[in-house]
């Protein structure tokens, strides 16, 4: 595999910001996905990132550091419904149509 | 545009029958993957086509499981002697490669199988 690593949960409170990590292996780095999944429902794409820096997008913003092998996705001013899982994905570094998926973040939003 | 359709939604069965899912990616999406997803993991690939040529099956994806895409549109997977450990929601997703854009993949709502 490809090594994607993510922590398994965090809470945060409504209004909020929190940072949710991601590593990866960077030798045969073709890019990086972050998804948000509600539970029983489809992953949906949030962000994609190839080169270093930072792509803000609303209140969702997503940084990568491809020396690092390392990516996070920011969420500001935090919401109920944005209590979901957080998938990191990076292409597939022998195959960059597929994508391999971490275990996900379950980020929990209370009030 | 309707986005990805998969069908039964939810499909119970025993231990040692057959079952097949159905997908309906977006229309002019060429390629389309199956993926595996059990409870607090992230999906797992399993296979994909472009059009209708299977391109790569993964090493998890045992004889019992087989894919098509006859005429490039929708696609089937089907487990054949179905097993406990095959209980999970199986994703298919489509995506459009091109120039532009991320060629990220559009997922659907998923099949989950249960296996009693």
């Known amino acids: 595999g490809q090594n994607i690593d993510q922590p398994t949960e965090m809470t945060a409170t409504e209004g909020a910001i929190v940072q949710i990590n991601c590593t990866y292996q960077?030798?045969?780095?073709?890019?990086l996905f972050w998804y948000q999944q509600h539970a029983g429902e489809a992953p949906t794409f949030l962000s994609y990132?190839?080169?270093?820096g930072l792509e803000e997008k609303g209140r969702f913003s997503s940084f990568l550091s491809r020396s690092k092998g390392y990516s996070y996705l920011l969420l500001k001013e935090l919401q109920m419904k944005d209590s979901a899982s957080y998938l990191c994905a990076v292409r597939d570094r022998y195959n960059t149509d597929k994508l391999i998926f971490g275990t996900g973040t379950r980020l929990q939003v209370f009030p | 545009d309707t986005g990805v359709s998969q069908n039964p939604r939810h499909k119970i069965t025993k231990r040692g029958q057959n079952v097949t899912f159905r997908c309906d990616p977006i229309?002019?999406?060429?390629?389309l993957y199956w993926y595996r997803q059990t409870l607090g993991q992230g999906p797992e690939f399993l296979t994909y086509?472009?059009?209708?040529?299977?391109?790569?099956k993964s090493r998890l994806l045992s004889d019992r499981f087989s894919a098509e895409r006859p005429k490039g549109s929708f696609s089937t997977l089907e487990i054949q002697r179905t097993e406990q450990g095959d209980s999970a929601m199986y994703l298919c997703?489509?995506?459009?490669?091109?120039?532009?854009?991320?060629?990220?993949?559009?997922f659907g709502e998923g099949s989950r199988l249960t296996v009693l």
């Open positions: 997703a489509s995506s459009r490669p091109g120039l532009r854009g991320t060629g990220e993949l559009f």
């Open positions: 086509f472009q059009n209708e040529a299977q391109l790569e």
């Open positions: 990132n190839v080169l270093d």
């Open positions: 229309s002019e999406h060429n390629r």
């Open positions: 960077t030798s045969g780095f073709n890019g």
